[in-house]
């Protein structure tokens, strides 16, 4: 059986001055598909076994590559816009005839130039389409454990959960919205800490380190704040989170831990309007 958009091992079962035609071992009938001539490989002859991969031409005609795409049928990939239109998108998946992404299939604003996470379907008119939609694509059976640091494309972005993750492009995360700080698109690749697993697999994911390492961090940027800010800033453990937030990009639980660590080693002093700094860190 020809199977769309799978890499496969077919038979060479008749050559012509345009190409080979192959068809499979266990053929049920089914048409032959033309390897073109360029692509088909050195004293080729009829009974030979040639991978390749089966995708539709530019006349909706099923034709075989020896090119390996980016992407094939079940799997997903990172996959640049290469030309937006008035019926979708085309990626650039490494074959000659780009990959068509319906506006039906995106998820947010896609921009030509930067790349997204897909996978690819047949749709209904047995074509090969590209789909943003890639959270039932995505496994649970990740090798990761608490603490590990991993990278991942964020796929999704949702007011009611945050932004949903796929780890190493295939496994389910999310960075919850309590953990999410600075601005964030569809497309970003992220550098992760898996902060738990949840009992069906996935992985609840945070931006920052564990918090006795985060707060070195934490500490550094307070200090670099108030040299910018002429060595004070109207920030205290009375100020509200969404404040410290647009403030320094960090919850307000982060800035006390900082704080506590910067008055311990003398860094600071608190006043009246906040805090001071005393002198630099290294």
């Given at each position: 059986?020809?199977?769309?958009?799978?890499?496969?091992?077919?038979?060479?079962?008749?050559?012509?001055?345009?190409?080979?035609?192959?068809?499979?071992?266990?053929?049920?009938?089914?048409?032959?598909?033309?390897?073109?001539?360029?692509?088909?490989?050195?004293?080729?002859?009829?009974?030979?076994?040639?991978?390749?991969?089966?995708?539709?031409?530019?006349?909706?005609?099923?034709?075989?590559t020896v090119k390996n795409p980016k992407v094939t049928l079940g799997n997903l990939a990172v996959l640049s816009v290469v030309?937006?239109?008035?019926?979708?998108?085309?990626?650039?998946?490494?074959?000659?005839?780009?990959?068509?992404?319906?506006?039906?299939?995106?998820?947010?604003?896609?921009?030509?130039?930067?790349?997204?996470?897909?996978?690819?379907?047949?749709?209904?008119?047995?074509?090969?389409?590209?789909?943003?939609?890639?959270?039932?694509?995505?496994?649970?059976?990740?090798?990761?454990?608490?603490?590990?640091?991993?990278?991942?494309?964020?796929?999704?972005?949702?007011?009611?959960?945050?932004?949903?993750?796929?780890?190493?492009?295939?496994?389910?995360?999310?960075?919850?919205?309590?953990?999410?700080?600075?601005?964030?698109?569809?497309?970003?690749?992220?550098?992760?800490?898996?902060?738990?697993?949840?009992?069906?697999?996935?992985?609840?994911?945070?931006?920052?380190?564990?918090?006795?390492?985060?707060m070195e961090d934490d500490a550094q940027k307070i200090m670099n704040k108030l040299k910018l800010n002429g060595g004070s800033?109207?920030?205290s453990d009375k100020s509200s989170p969404e404040s410290i937030k647009t403030e320094l990009n960090m919850s307000k639980a982060?800035?006390?831990?900082?704080?506590?660590?910067?008055?311990?080693?003398?860094?600071?002093?608190?006043?009246?309007?906040?805090?001071?700094?005393?002198?630099?860190?290294?």
């Amino acid at each position: 059986m020809i199977e769309l958009g799978k890499i496969q091992n077919l038979k060479v079962v008749r050559k012509t001055e345009i190409g080979v035609y192959l068809n499979s071992e266990a053929s049920n009938g089914e048409a032959d598909i033309l390897l073109p001539k360029s692509q088909v490989p050195p004293e080729t002859e009829i009974g030979d076994i040639i991978e390749v991969f089966v995708y539709k031409d530019s006349e909706d005609r099923m034709i075989a590559t020896v090119k390996n795409p980016k992407v094939t049928l079940g799997n997903l990939a990172v996959l640049s816009v290469v030309q937006i239109t008035r019926i979708g998108a085309f990626l650039d998946w490494g074959l000659e005839k780009d990959l068509f992404l319906p506006f039906k299939q995106q998820v947010g604003e896609v921009v030509r130039g930067k790349s997204y996470l897909v996978g690819i379907y047949i749709d209904k008119s047995d074509r090969l389409c590209a789909t943003m939609k890639v959270y039932d694509l995505l496994s649970c059976e990740s090798p990761y454990s608490e603490n590990s640091k991993a990278q991942g494309i964020i796929y999704r972005i949702t007011e009611e959960y945050g932004a949903f993750v796929a780890v190493d492009n295939k496994y389910h995360g999310l960075i919850p919205h309590k953990e999410i700080y600075g601005s964030y698109n569809i497309g970003d690749t992220v550098d992760v800490r898996v902060k738990k697993i949840r009992p069906d697999g996935k992985l609840e994911l945070s931006l920052r380190k564990q918090a006795f390492y985060q707060m070195e961090d934490d500490a550094q940027k307070i200090m670099n704040k108030l040299k910018l800010n002429g060595g004070s800033l109207h920030l205290s453990d009375k100020s509200s989170p969404e404040s410290i937030k647009t403030e320094l990009n960090m919850s307000k639980a982060s800035f006390k831990r900082a704080v506590g660590r910067l008055l311990k080693e003398g860094a600071i002093k608190i006043t009246d309007d906040g805090i001071q700094i005393t002198w630099e860190m290294d």
